[in-house]
Antibody
Framework: QLQLQESGPGLVKPSDTLSLTCTVS??????????WGWIRQPPGKGLEWIGS???????YYNPSLKSRVTVSVDTSQNQFSLKLTSVTAADTAAYYC?????????????WGQGTMVTVSS | QSVLTQPPSASGTPGQRVTISCSGS????????VSWYQQLPGTAPKLLIY???QRPSGVPDRFSGSKSATSASLAISGLQSEDEADYYC????????????FGGGTKLTVL
């Protein structure tokens, strides 16, 4: 059964770069059917989509975050990653990775459990 | 400010039917299908409805979705206490090279 697991530091200093990895198990990340995405949720607030990519490295980004975000894929490790630069307290959130259907009835059908990242000195 | 607009709260008593609305625009709901997500307290969101009205395997048929023009709705019939959760709508938006957009979420309280 497909599972996604986020990993990375739980604490990041202001102005530093937040880096997270999502490990996909139970299936190959190299499928033409899917994109692999990142979504975040500040404490007590709603969901915000950050960006996604496919195994070929084609990417889509949230226009409001695009200047600070990079998503990348490592097919040999069945992983994809998120980098968010110049973080501030406003980037404190639970970060989720998810599988996105790339065509047809698009949706985010499988989610990781999430990892909390706090931006603080 | 979310691109898709949902009411911040909704409520109902056990057994009732409740609906949650989601309003968008031509570039998102008007063109693409809507998905709904249920987030129980302290857990990750879970796909509830996709393709505006399709239920994934395992989702009870008490949950249903619909779409008309630039709006969508989630209906929950036979409300149960375990349905108390936050509900989010989402759609692909074709503007600005394409990106996902979410509603602000609706907190459903079972009275």
């Amino acid at each position: 059964q497909l599972q996604l697991q986020e990993s990375g530091p739980g604490l990041v200093k202001p102005s530093d770069t937040l880096s997270l990895t999502c490990t996909v198990s139970g299936d190959s990340i190299s499928s033409t059917n899917y994109f692999w995405g990142w979504i975040r949720q500040p404490p007590g607030k709603g969901l915000e989509w950050i960006g996604s990519l496919n195994f070929r490295g084609s990417t889509y980004y949230n226009p409001s975050l695009k200047s600070r975000v990079t998503v990348s894929v490592d097919t040999s490790q069945n992983q994809f990653s998120l980098k968010l630069t110049s973080v501030t307290a406003a980037d404190t959130a639970a970060y989720y990775c998810a599988r996105e259907w790339a065509s047809g009835l698009v949706r985010m059908d499988l989610w990781g459990q999430g990892t909390m990242v706090t931006v603080s000195s | 400010q979310s691109v898709l607009t949902q009411p911040p709260s909704a409520s109902g008593t056990p057994g009732q039917r409740v609906t949650i609305s989601c309003s968008g625009s031509n570039s998102n709901i008007g063109t693409n299908s809507v998905s709904w997500y249920q987030q129980l307290p302290g857990t990750a969101p879970k796909l509830l409805i996709y393709g505006s009205d399709q239920r994934p395997s395992g989702v009870p048929d008490r949950f249903s979705g619909s779409k008309s023009a630039t709006s969508a709705s989630l209906a929950i019939s036979g409300l149960q206490s375990e349905d108390e959760a936050d509900y989010y709508c989402a759609a692909w938006d074709d503007s600005l090279n394409g990106h996902w957009v979410f509603g602000g979420g609706t907190k459903l309280t079972v009275l």
